[in-house]
């Protein structure tokens, strides 16, 4: 049966939609929210400068989708570590080196998401991405404490100071691209003994997105 003209339209502005926040996110994972012009944007998207704002109001209205979807994959994935299987102690090892190996496989667009200067729409979305951040790890630390693999602590203090350190560890090494295993074993080492547990001993899993 023929779809209405309605839905194809529909189809049109979706994907349209879809093609502007994927050049925008290129861009950014190229050379930062700075290059990131409605311009270039537009270029690379193959659509009229014009027509991006039929779909977002502002230049921060764009990229703040960018951020969200770009960041929201790297929550997701985290997330389902610390989720997994394994004692919290071990989740959240393995949750810390994936969230550094990740950031450093990509520097540009790790640095756009945790501290490039922004939009306050992106900036916004940022507070929302950490505040994530904090309930996932907040609950894995929960878990822990109830089934005593860990000592007695405030886990959504706890989660909130763990995920600003890890962000701010790899900021000058993103903004620097510089890497290395000893930056990733210590910011492994702080995440389990920053909540009182031992270190697990761990393979080298998670490299890349």
């Known amino acids: 049966m023929p779809r209405h003209p309605s839905h ?9 939609r879809r093609r502007i926040v994927s050049a925008a ?15 270039a944007v537009a270029q690379r998207a193959g659509v009229a400068t014009g027509s991006i704002y039929r779909h977002f109001p502002s230049k921060g209205e764009l990229l703040a989708e960018v ?3 770009a960041a929201g994959r790297e929550q997701a994935f ?6 997994g299987e394994g004692s919290a102690p071990e989740r959240l090892a393995s949750a810390a080196e994936a969230f550094a190996r990740r950031a450093l496989a990509a520097p540009t667009l790790s640095y756009a998401l945790m501290a ?3 939009d306050p729409a992106v900036e916004a979305a940022r507070l929302e991405s950490k505040r994530g951040y904090r309930d996932d790890f907040a609950a894995l630390l929960r878990e822990g404490v109830e089934a005593g693999e860990l000592p007695p602590l405030d886990p959504p203090v706890a989660a909130s100071a763990l995920v600003g350190a890890l962000q701010e560890a790899l900021i000058g090494p993103l903004a620097d691209h510089t890497s290395g295993d000893a930056l990733v074993a210590s910011l492994v080492s702080f995440a389990v003994r920053s909540v009182g547990a031992e270190e697990p001993a761990l393979e080298e899993t998670y490299g890349h997105r």
């Not at 189809?11 to 349209?16: F, T």
């Not at 996110?25 to 311009?39: C, K, N, P, Q, T």
């Open 8 to 16: 194809l339209a529909e189809e049109r502005r979706l994907d349209a």
């Open 25 to 39: 996110l290129e861009i950014v994972a190229e050379d930062g929210y700075a290059a990131a012009s409605m311009a």
């Open 67 to 69: 951020f969200r979807d």
């Open 78 to 83: 985290i997330g389902g570590i610390l989720r």
């Open 116 to 118: 490039e200067p922004v």
